[in-house]
Each structure stands twice: as C-alpha cells, then as structure tokens.
C-alpha cells in the first residue's frame, strides 16, 4: 500500500512492490502527461516534481514515494485552467518538435526555475541547459527562447519556497 499527495490530492493505491512510480500515475492514476521514452532514466521525458524537485518517474519505486507530494504536468496549471508561465512560454515559442518530451522539458524547466529563480543565474542556466535543449528541438531563435522564460521565472513562484534563493545583491 502506498499513501501519497498527487498534484495536491491523498492517494492510496495497492500497487505491486515492483511498480514504478510512472506506472502508478500513469496506470493506476490516468495521469498520462508523463511519457515513457527511454525506460532507462535517460530522456527525462517521465520527470515529474517530488517534494519540490525534479525526479525521472521511471527510476523510482512507488513505494519509495511513500508519503511524498508529487506534481506532475497535469498539476502545473491553475484550477481555472490557466497555464503555468513555463507551460505558456513552451506555448508561445511553439517549444517543441514532436512533443513527446515536452511534459518532463516543462517540468524539468520549472525545477530549474525553482533553484535559480533570479538574476544572472538563470540566465547562465538556461544558456547551459534549457537553452541549447530548445534550441537543438526547435530551432527557434534562441533570444526570444531565453526572453521568454526569464519573463516566466519573474513570474514563477518556486513550488517549495524553502528552495528560493534571495536576490543577488
Ligand atoms: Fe526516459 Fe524516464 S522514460 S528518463
């Protein structure tokens, strides 16, 4: 038996010990917006938040998320549907080619965002990271790319306050 909080909600579920915590959203939980792609803890299409940081789904028991608070792509937006300013830049930079991957890019990105919310951090971040990412699927102009989800991290309250850095002096 496994208890944990899914995008805000108490779950229980009697799940074999061998199943992994993709399984458990995804099959047990409907919540198919975290993808299977490599299977092998590779692609990170299968990231979703655990307490507050970013986890690949398919390398980790349920079990072991015993009383953990899981966020996934499915939990990102408001109630009223509105879209999380990370999912809305994705949108308006058309952030993607296939979309397979776009779920665990978004949280992926949020996870980032949560750790280096402000500054010439961010900026050093997505320039290593997200960055190039988007760049190598889309190959959108990289300025507006980065533009884009500075503006989103101005606006991004991080999921765990305890992991907001204080601006930089
Ligand atoms: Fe590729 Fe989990 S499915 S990292």
Not at 12 to 29: F, G, M, Y
Not at 56 to 61: A, D, I, M, Q, T
């Amino acid at each position: 038996q496994v208890e944990l909080k899914v995008n805000g909600k108490p779950v229980s579920a009697d799940v074999p010990p061998n199943t992994l915590l993709v399984q458990l959203l995804r099959e047990h939980l409907r919540l198919t917006g975290t993808h299977v792609g490599c299977d092998t803890a590779q692609c990170g299409a299968c990231t979703v938040m655990a307490d507050g940081r970013a986890i690949k789904s398919c390398n980790v028991l349920a079990l072991q998320m015993q009383g953990a608070d899981i966020t996934t792509v499915e939990g990102l937006a408001q109630a009223d549907g509105t879209l999380h300013p990370v999912q809305a830049a994705f949108k308006e930079c058309h952030g993607l080619q296939c979309g397979f991957c776009t779920p665990g890019m978004v949280m992926s990105t949020v996870d980032l965002l949560a750790q280096v919310p402000y500054g010439e951090a961010i900026s050093e971040q997505l320039r290593t990271n997200s960055r190039k990412a988007l760049k190598a699927i889309n190959r959108f102009p990289v300025c507006e790319i980065e533009d884009l989800l500075a503006g989103a991290a101005a606006n991004n309250p991080p999921l765990d306050p305890a992991l907001a850095r204080p601006p930089a002096a």
